[in-house]
């Protein structure tokens, strides 16, 4: 519990940082209104079109294979973290369940969902 | 709560989950809610820490707050509507929703408050995933490795679904 008393000190230095530069900035920097200020690229061609537009399909193909990796990420970090008192055996189930994993990420490159079109 | 400093960080993080969830049903456009909901988990993620739970807390922070808000994300963005201004559509059926949530929190509360709460007289671990990991992968390495045939299965079948992929892959 109490490792976390500087995680939560950590949290209130960053925030009283971030939000003190900001308050800075905003209290004594110049202003000047003028339209070219609100543009999305100051200096740059004008925006067409609306800013939400549909993304393409395909990123949730990658979504999907984050998603499948992010929790083999989750039996990754115990190993990782006691990795020393596994020994050579916890090596060796590691690489097995990585392997089964390995696998469907063949299946995925053979099916072409890592190519990008 | 065994301080005044727990509590504090209790009453901050449980402000900070009710206002962000209230946030995530009540905005108008679905993304910030999405956005509000990752601050919400993170919350959760925090009163896992201040129960010495820190492997479900990062479990937390990577699946719920990375994996399934990205899921969310994306998956809003794929199915767009016309105007994201009002793509999440709020409506105020109070008088349905009310007692209905209200007698389920009171049953709740009723039912908690008449348990007999089992406290294990074991010291509480310092370090929950140095425990975990011999559990993991000497006691249960057979169900470890289903975890990992599991995923593959979700994985290809996910692929499936959008098969649509290989075709684009081939270049039609």
Redesign the interface.
Known sequence: MSDWVGVALFLVVGLVFGAGGLLTSFLIHPRSKNKYKLETYECGLPTEGPSWIRFKTQYFTYALMFVIFDVEVIYLYPWAVSFENLGFAGLVKMFIFIFILVLGLWYAWKEGALEWK | M?NV??LL?FVLLAGMILGSALLVVTLRNLVHSVLWLIVMFIGVAGTF??L?AD?VA??QV??YA???C??LV??V??V?RPN?EHSNPINWRFKLAAPLVGGLFIVIGLLTAKSQLVVSGQEVPAQT??A???I???DF?IP??V???L??V???G??LL?K???A????S
């Open positions: 065994d400093y727990s960080a820490l201040l010495n492997f990062a479990v990577l699946v990375g994996a399934v990205i899921m994306f998956g963005m794929l767009q994201m995933v140095q975990l990991a011999p993991l992968l000497n390495v470890f490795e975890a990992a045939i995923l593959t979700a994985l290809t996910a692929l959008v649509e992929v290989k684009n892959g081939n270049g």
